[in-house]
């Protein structure tokens, strides 16, 4: 394809999400940033949540994994419905019953203050690790596939793309992230969708003889029944719900637009409808895969050993250019979620949690927006430096990565939430951060050691539910076990 034309594409792109930016971020102000001034439509932010959760790493990683894994991953977003339901039905009455703007401040109500700040610094690293692999892989990809033969260097291009970023997220926050996502999730499903057409055109299928073609290479298999193995379908079916219910419902990013709606029964919805989505758009992306490797086979086609490259190295080199346009604008549509809300959310935890923004009457409405800009900078700049990380090291793969690095880093998030909902205990502040810091550290130990361990047995996703399970219990064995009344656990 024309390196012009891609570039072009790109451009256009990125003018119509500065638009969007300059209209939603008229007059706007903390408020608006950090919540949207509870105004969001619900439609608008189930239909958008799709383009954040599945980001770049899913346009990626899972049509790439269908060659080795089967359609298994299915077997997690199975899990993801189990966990939306808990979300909808357990965290989110109590965030809209405390009147929330940060979810971590239940922990401040619940148990004092150094849970507060520890449960809020696990979010800031969890998610900036997350999120800064995620756009890593998109970038990696642009790189590879059109800048590298531009002479561009991948350190101008992370500079760039984040500069671009930051600068249409700088002002609105989340009231413009909720119409920019809307866009950015049109443009992914379309880039999806199309491409599935197109290969079906060039191999002369129906989608129904896609579908009968796929089940007899067996790439359609969705259910793993080896008891032993990490891809077993109950432990990822579990290991998805509390993925959901850690990486959704305890996580800043997501429930800040989910918050950002009116009223609890809208945001429900919300969370119901988009959970329903979110299914079949994963389905979408596995048949893809499947799709590929069909093409691949029929085509004579050598694929690299990294699965990462299958999806871009057809759609840019063996489909016709329009597949290409498609996919590029549908790969730039995964990476701008994934760094947009992943800013904003940072920025408002970190003023929220850290700088107590709500509780310093001594700082102005102008001061609060100016140290609330730098640190929206910062966090662009700490993406930035954790990206040519991951470029030194290019580690690909990394949807398994970005699931594991969850479980080690949302599993004391699980623990402090569960162990102020179903308690009434108040663990010992002096070593409620030790125990949280312990859990992961114990959880990959025994995830390197569990078929010694348990007679062959690997751990594999449930790693989540371990972490969160050894968290809980350190902090009921150094728990005063004295019951304290409050309203949220009413």
């Not at 199975?78 to 357990?90: E, S």
């Not at 609330?372 to 930035?384: L, N, P, Q, S």
């Not at 699931?403 to 179903?422: K, M, Q, R, S, V």
Request: net charge positive.
């Amino acid at each position: 394809m024309p390196h012009g034309l891609i570039l072009i594409v790109i451009a256009v792109y990125f003018i119509v999400l500065l638009a969007i930016a300059f209209y939603t971020s008229r007059g706007a102000g903390n408020e608006s940033f950090f919540i949207g001034k509870k105004s969001s439509n619900w439609l608008l932010v189930a239909y958008g949540m799709i383009g954040t959760s599945l980001s770049g790493i899913t346009f990626m990683s899972v049509p790439g994994k269908v060659a080795g894994n089967h359609f298994f991953y299915m077997q997690i977003v199975i899990g993801y419905l189990i966990g939306y339901a808990v979300v909808a039905k357990v965290l989110m009455p109590l965030y809209y019953r405390m009147n929330v703007v940060s979810i971590y401040s239940y922990l401040q109500n619940r148990f004092g203050n150094v849970a507060y700040k520890t449960g809020a610094s696990f979010f800031l690293l969890s998610r900036t690790l997350g999120a800064s692999l995620r756009i890593y892989l998109v970038l990696y990809v642009l790189q590879k596939f059109l800048l590298d033969d531009m002479n561009i260097n991948f350190f101008v291009t992370a500079f760039v793309i984040l500069a671009l970023i930051l600068l249409y997220t700088l002002q609105g926050g989340v009231k413009t992230i909720v119409w920019t996502d809307t866009l950015q999730t049109t443009f992914m499903v379309l880039s999806l969708v199309v491409t599935i057409v197109i290969i079906n055109r060039e191999l002369g299928f129906s989608f129904s003889k896609l579908i009968e073609t796929l089940s007899e290479k067996g790439y359609a298999q969705i259910f793993n029944t080896d008891f032993k193995s990490p891809a077993f379908f109950l432990k990822q079916i579990i290991s998805g719900a509390f993925i959901t219910i850690a990486m959704t419902g305890l996580d800043q990013e997501m429930m800040q637009k989910n918050i950002s709606i009116r009223t609890l029964g809208k945001a429900q919805q919300n969370m119901f409808m988009f959970s329903g989505i979110l299914l079949v758009v994963n389905l979408l992306f596995l048949i893809l895969g499947g799709a590929l490797y069909v093409y691949a086979a029929e085509k004579g086609i050598a694929l690299t050993p990294q699965s990462d490259d299958t999806f871009p190295a057809i759609a840019l080199n063996y489909l016709p250019p329009v597949a290409g346009i498609f996919f590029i604008v549908g790969l730039i549509s995964a990476l701008f979620p994934s760094a947009d809300g992943a800013m904003t959310a940072l920025t408002s935890s970190f003023c929220i949690d850290i700088l107590n923004f709500n509780r310093r009457s001594d700082w102005s409405d102008g001061q609060k927006k100016r140290k609330r800009k730098m640190v929206h900078v910062t966090v662009a700049v700490v993406f930035f430096l954790i990206i040519l990380f991951f470029k030194i090291i290019n580690k690909m793969a990394l949807i398994d990565l970005v699931l594991e690095l969850a479980g080690y880093t949302y599993g004391p998030l699980l623990g402090l939430f569960a162990f102020g909902i179903f308690t009434k205990s108040n663990p010992s502040e002096k070593l409620l951060p030790w125990i949280c810091l312990a859990a992961p550290v114990l959880t990959y130990v025994l995830k390197l050691n569990s078929p010694q361990i348990f007679n062959g047995y690997q751990i594999g996703f449930e790693i989540l539910l371990i972490n969160g399970i050894i968290t809980f219990l350190g902090l009921y064995f150094s728990s005063d076990k004295k019951e304290k009344s409050l309203s949220v656990n009413a």
